[in-house]
């Protein structure tokens, strides 16, 4: 009995289906072909002196080596606010400034990219450029998983920290955590002084017994 036509077409149809999915697998693969994530790293926050520069550290670290399509662009939000204003932009060995006033006539390429470096220097730094800094780096193929965000804060030379923050925690944390070793020495210490002479006075009163 010969089968209906159309199910020719219903039983060709899922290895129609498998061999649709492998050509879109293999062209999917082709297209991320050496593409790998590209990681950057800032520190968290700084601190800048009125008045001063400013250095704005920005590191990234990329599979592929840098060339003629890498690029870096930096960005500013104020301080309480939520917009996000481009003002640097880094490409082929060419500064490029945006018109943003603040930072008119301030900003200087620091950085190496040879040595996976995106850096900028600030001049001057005033009040008004307090707020986040963000550091985008493109190198193609890799793609961006994070831009870098750096909290920026200017303040007066009186009042500028004389250590990092956390050269500060960890001092604090291990003289607390050495008077806290010292401390229970001392305890152990008089503890079993006070054993002996319990133990002593004991065997004493045994003996005249």
Aim: hydrophobic share 40%; aromatic share 10%.
């Amino acid at each position: 009995m010969a089968a209906p036509a159309g199910a020719g077409a219903l039983i060709a149809s899922p290895d129609r289906r498998r061999c649709l999915w492998s050509v879109l697998a293999a062209a999917l693969g082709l297209l991320t072909y050496g593409v790998s994530a590209l990681e950057v790293y800032t520190p968290k926050e700084i601190f800048v002196a009125n008045g001063t520069q400013g250095k704005l550290t920005c590191k990234f670290k990329s599979t592929n080596t840098t060339g003629t399509l890498t690029s870096v662009s930096w960005s500013f939000q104020p301080e309480g606010t939520d917009t996000t204003v481009s003002f640097f932009h880094y490409s082929q060995g060419q500064v490029y400034a945006g018109n943003y006033p603040p930072f008119k006539d301030r900003i200087s390429w620091a950085g190496d990219l040879d040595k996976k470096d995106a850096s900028i220097n600030i001049e001057n730094m005033q009040f008004i450029h307090n707020g986040t800094y963000i550091c985008d780096v493109k190198n193609p193929p890799d793609i961006v998983v994070q831009p870098g965000h750096i909290r920026l804060y200017v303040v007066e030379k009186e009042i500028l920290p004389a250590f990092p923050v956390w050269v500060v925690v960890g001092i604090v944390t291990a003289v607390v955590l050495g008077l806290t070793l010292l401390i229970t020495m001392i305890l152990a210490v008089v503890y079993r002084r006070r054993n002996s002479k319990r133990d002593y006075a004991g065997a004493q009163s045994y003996m005249r017994s």
